[in-house]
T-cell receptor, first 110, second 112 residues
Framework: QQQVKQSPQSLIVQKGGISIINCAYE??????FPWYQQFPGKGPALLIA?????SEKKEGRFTISFNKSAKQFSLHIMDSQPGDSATYFC?????????FGEGTQLTVNP | NAGVTQTPKFQVLKTGQSMTLQCAQD?????MSWYRQDPGMGLRLIHY???????DQGEVPNGYNVSRSTTEDFPLRLLSAAPSQTSVYFC???????????FGQGTRLTVV
């Protein structure tokens, strides 16, 4: 069973637009929520992460929004660029293991 | 990826053969783990370790063995390869505070 559910499976956005990817979790023991970016043929790379004591974290064009009561978190990519085209994974950790969502393939059209 | 060396990059096995995927990190990270990546299923945790001498099962451990005799190394052993183990395998190394996370470049394994 997938403990972290991610949507959408794929997303197409125009250059300059906002990309939004959503994740939901069930395990209340999760206390660390990272997002990873993966390009074809490469391993995932840590993009941005948040802990549940804050509701939002921003790093450049990337923002995580976190809703603890709803057990949901999302990644917003502002001013999306063709170079952002990749697969994005949300994940959650309980301090010893990292569980991933199914992934979202993002395509940013020029 | 910086600090995580995963070998081999490609491997073809016959059903029933065994092999070991190697993973080494030089960052003194406590956490190491193995994932398999299949289309539409994200990365699924096979085994993980929170320190030398300590290992535990993840979501899909059957058919795989691990050991962690040193902080640096975390090999994954396929005991008797099956076509269902055809996948891309990633090793990950994470520090105690979870602020650093590095993945290896992956091993594309095909079992025929």
């Amino acid at each position: 069973q997938q403990q972290v559910k991610q949507s959408p499976q794929s997303l197409i956005v125009q250059k300059g637009g906002i990309s939004i990817i959503n994740c939901a979790y069930e395990n209340t023991a999760f206390d660390y929520f990272p997002w990873y970016q993966q390009f074809p043929g490469k391993g995932p790379a840590l993009l941005i992460a948040i802990r549940p004591d804050v509701s939002e974290k921003k790093e450049g064009r990337f923002t995580i929004s976190f809703n603890k009561s709803a057990k949901q978190f999302s990644l917003h990519i502002m001013d999306s660029q063709p170079g952002d085209s990749a697969t994005y994974f949300c994940a959650a950790s309980d301090g010893s293991r990292l569980t991933f969502g199914e992934g979202t393939q993002l395509t940013v059209n020029p | 990826n910086a600090g995580v060396t995963q070998t081999p990059k490609f491997q073809v096995l016959k059903t029933g053969q065994s092999m070991t995927l190697q993973c080494a990190q030089d960052m003194n990270h406590e956490y190491m783990s193995w994932y398999r990546q299949d289309p539409g299923m994200g990365l699924r945790l096979i085994h993980y370790s929170v320190g030398a001498g300590i290992t535990d099962q993840g979501e899909v451990p059957n058919g795989y063995n691990v050991s962690r005799s040193t902080t640096e190394d975390f090999p994954l052993r396929l005991l008797s390869a099956a076509p269902s183990q055809t996948s891309v395998y990633f090793c990950a190394s994470i520090n105690f505070g979870w602020t650093e996370a590095f993945f290896g470049q992956g091993t594309r394994l095909t079992v025929v």
